[in-house]
């Protein structure tokens, strides 16, 4: 008599193999994806306020009551009306610029973050202005008040006559 041990190898056939691999991968791709586009958003803001001239937000243009000229912003106060109470704040996504009326003197500060550069997603609150792209928080005079940003946004030149706001860059 033979002593013998049998041994049997199987395979998944090629086909599904090929599918189980796919889906593990598609599924830890997946999962990893939707953590990383959840992990750096702030919800403080969810609703922000669509860019539009009378809004928060705004691009300098024809109307817009915003007119830029080499290093100098010029904004209406007249047609810029957001502006004209406490607490009111905007935008220039072009001149990437923060405006904001803080105790009813203004400030303007740069609106590129200064973690990873982003420059047009910013909300305003309690006189703090938060970066949504990664949750930074900076104070009305554009110092940091929690990161992931080390360093402050700088800050212009600001001064009113009549009803033009003039920045200086």
Aim: aromatic share 6%; net charge negative.
């Amino acid at each position: 008599m033979e002593n013998s041990t049998e041994i049997i190898i199987g395979r998944l056939p090629k086909s599904r193999r090929e599918f189980l691999e796919k889906a593990g991968i598609g599924l830890v791709c997946g999962s990893l994806g939707v953590a990383f586009f959840t992990s750096c958003t702030n919800s403080e803001d969810e609703n922000p306020a669509p860019k539009t001239p009378g809004g928060n937000t705004g691009n300098a243009g024809a109307g817009a009551g915003i007119s830029l000229s080499g290093n100098t912003i010029t904004i209406d106060l007249t047609i810029q009306t957001g502006l004209a109470a406490a607490g009111g704040w905007l935008l220039i996504v072009n001149a990437r610029t923060l405006v904001a009326n803080v105790g009813g003197s203004y400030r303007a500060l740069s609106s590129t973050c200064t973690h990873q550069g982003c420059f047009d997603s910013w909300t305003y609150a309690g006189e703090r202005y938060t970066c949504n792209c990664h949750g930074s928080t900076f104070d009305s005079q554009g110092n940091v008040v929690s990161g992931p940003a080390t360093a402050s946004l700088d800050q212009y030149a600001v001064s009113v006559s009549g009803t033009t706001l003039t920045i200086t860059r």
